[in-house]
């Protein structure tokens, strides 16, 4: 028997993919039919994960993706395989574990998640969302060797707070990624504050407000960052965590702010903080299907823009853009607008942004066809 072959050298492989998703991917069943958890009687199969749905988005998108996890040696762990490498991600480092099942997850559509089921006659709007997931093969992950080279490869690493929720040894391991160890590549972080996942704990806010003091760029929303810090407005927040280089604030349909430190090479300790650059945008009007994945696609859009180097205004219209696509399908992936359509509309004035009202469809139907009108109303590109 020949023994395994040594894991390669941390940093070996630097930015042979442009982002390397890390994270835990469930298969996901939601209700065929509207209404509550106890009562639907059956459910349609998707894939749900906030890192892979990242890694998915960005692939679409045109970007090298790798995604880094662990699934079960089950047929659940079978078709996440399948189904995110179908995206044209690179799935090869994902560990198989025997011992261990593959997470799964139920949830009802709804505008808001909650993290227990509503009782009867509650808002509607509401959805249920109802993980099996304790106990999963990527509960298990920790830190090691073979998978800090892993995380390492690509220009970016994209994590979320959900990670550092799942065990202790997922929670080291996020401390560790989050650590800034030279050479390490650029760190993105979504805070995605999952209240269910930090039951029995009550530090969840303080662990996830010093992850994302390790990050490079941070995704907060101010609904989850009101809940878990107190803090009421963007502003608060950048005076809360002026660590990362870039932090992006999302109001929902509101719109969403980004903070950008002017870089500085001159060494941090000896100087005050160099100021921020910062941008807003309007989100798009959006008929909304399922809000499900709509912040993981919104990272993927800002993520992009970035790797292609624009302007930050147009990072955010990206964000938006792909947001727009995960509201206006069921899942939590909706098909992505190619990018010279994401450009186009990326670039409208404030006039032709704030026309635009995206329904289900809109992304099959480029500026240039016939039928655009009965997806697309009134923009004008
Ligand atoms: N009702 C909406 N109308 C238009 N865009 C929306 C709406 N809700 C969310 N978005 C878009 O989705 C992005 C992510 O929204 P957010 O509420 O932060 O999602 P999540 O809670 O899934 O992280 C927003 O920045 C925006 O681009
Ligand atoms: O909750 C989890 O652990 C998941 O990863 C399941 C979902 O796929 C993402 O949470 C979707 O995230 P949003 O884009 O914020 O709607």
């Known amino acids: 028997m020949t023994a395994a072959a040594p894991p390669p050298p941390l940093g070996s492989r630097p930015g042979d993919v442009d982002v390397v998703c890390l994270g835990e ?9 509207p209404g509550r958890l106890a009562d639907v009687p059956s459910f349609d199969r998707g894939i749900g994960g906030a890192e892979s749905n990242v890694a998915c988005v960005l692939a679409r998108a045109g970007h090298r993706t790798r995604w880094v996890s662990r699934v079960g040696a089950d047929g659940f762990g079978d078709h996440l395989l399948a189904a995110i490498a179908s995206y044209g991600v690179d799935t090869s480092p994902v560990r198989r574990d025997p011992d261990r099942p593959t997470g799964v997850y139920f949830r009802t559509s709804g505008e808001r998640a909650v993290d227990v089921a509503p009782p009867r006659g509650t808002d509607e709007r509401l959805a249920e969302v109802v993980y099996y997931r304790s106990g999963s093969a990527a509960s298990a992950m920790a830190p090691g060797r073979e998978i800090r080279a892993a995380a390492w ?8 707070g959900i990670t550092a929720a799942l065990s202790a040894g997922c929670l080291a391991l996020m401390r560790e990624l989050t650590t800034r160890h030279p050479g390490r590549p650029l760190v993105s972080f979504d805070v ?11 530090n969840g806010p303080e662990v996830l407000a ?7 760029l941070v995704f907060v929303g101010q609904d989850e960052a009101a ?4 803090l009421r407005d963007a502003a608060a927040v950048r005076a809360a965590l002026p660590e990362p280089a870039t932090l992006v604030v999302k109001r929902g349909a509101a719109g969403a702010t980004v903070f950008a430190r002017r870089e500085d090479a001159r060494p941090r300790a000896a100087l005050p903080r160099p100021a921020d650059v910062v941008v807003s945008a309007p989100a798009l009007r959006v008929d909304v299907v399922a809000p499900v ?3 993981d696609a919104f990272a993927a859009g800002f993520l992009s823009g970035t790797l292609r180097g624009l302007p930050l205004h147009e990072r955010l219209r990206h964000g938006h853009l792909m947001a727009a696509a995960a509201l206006t399908a069921p899942g939590d992936l909706g098909e992505p607008p190619g990018r010279a359509h994401a450009d186009r509309w990326a670039a409208l004035d404030a006039d032709g942004w704030e026309r635009l009202r995206l329904g289900p469809g809109w992304t099959g139907c480029p500026a240039e066809t016939e039928d ?3 997806k697309v109303e009134d923009h004008t590109v």
């Open 372 to 374: 655009r009108s009965a």
């Open 192 to 202: 995605n504050h999952r209240v269910a996942l930090w039951q029995g704990t009550t």
């Open 210 to 216: 010093d992850l994302a003091r390790g990050c490079d």
């Open 293 to 295: 994945g709509a912040g």
């Open 25 to 33: 991917s469930m298969v996901t069943f939601r209700p065929s039919a």
């Open 153 to 160: 490869s690509g220009r970016f690493l994209h994590l979320t």
């Open 227 to 230: 809940a878990a810090w107190g």
